[in-house]
């Protein structure tokens, strides 16, 4: 039994963003989700939200369902489902670094930053919340 003011135990996290580069010329860009890995608990997740209005006002003619099909892949992958193929055979670390690949695609992820949490779970549903809604 653990003692009433005993902090929880916090694991080291990394987390990159998911940018949508509409136009990828021209270098403009939104944050449109996270992915968020935990070794110590071999956890990687991501969470997702599309705002069209964002898409829209960087590229009127921007493809908004192959942009939503491309964050959904990235969960698909992180889930580990049949859908994710090869990578759903990968342990969570293999997942997040190819998920975390350069790309010179319409969605992008950015730069890996780490921190400290009791719940990585909790913690992809915060970023999501601060960073992308």
Not at 20 to 29: D, I, Y
Not at 83 to 89: L, Y
Not at 108 to 129: C, I, K, M, N
């Amino acid at each position: 039994m653990s003692e009433p003011n005993e902090v929880p135990a916090r694991d080291v996290y990394e987390y990159a963003l998911l940018r949508v580069v509409p136009r990828v010329e021209r270098g403009e860009q939104f944050n449109a989700g996270v992915v968020v890995y935990c070794r110590a608990r071999s956890f990687v997740a991501a969470r997702t939200h599309l705002d069209e209005a964002k898409l829209r006002a960087l590229d009127p003619a921007a493809d908004v369902a192959g942009v939503r099909a491309a964050l959904r892949a990235v969960e698909g992958v992180c889930a580990g489902g049949a859908a994710a193929g090869q990578a759903a055979r990968d342990d969570a670390g293999r997942r997040f670094r190819w998920l975390i690949a350069p790309r010179s695609a319409v969605v992008q992820p950015g730069p890996v930053h780490t921190g400290l949490t009791a719940d990585p779970e909790a913690e992809v549903e915060r970023l999501v919340e601060l960073l992308v809604r």
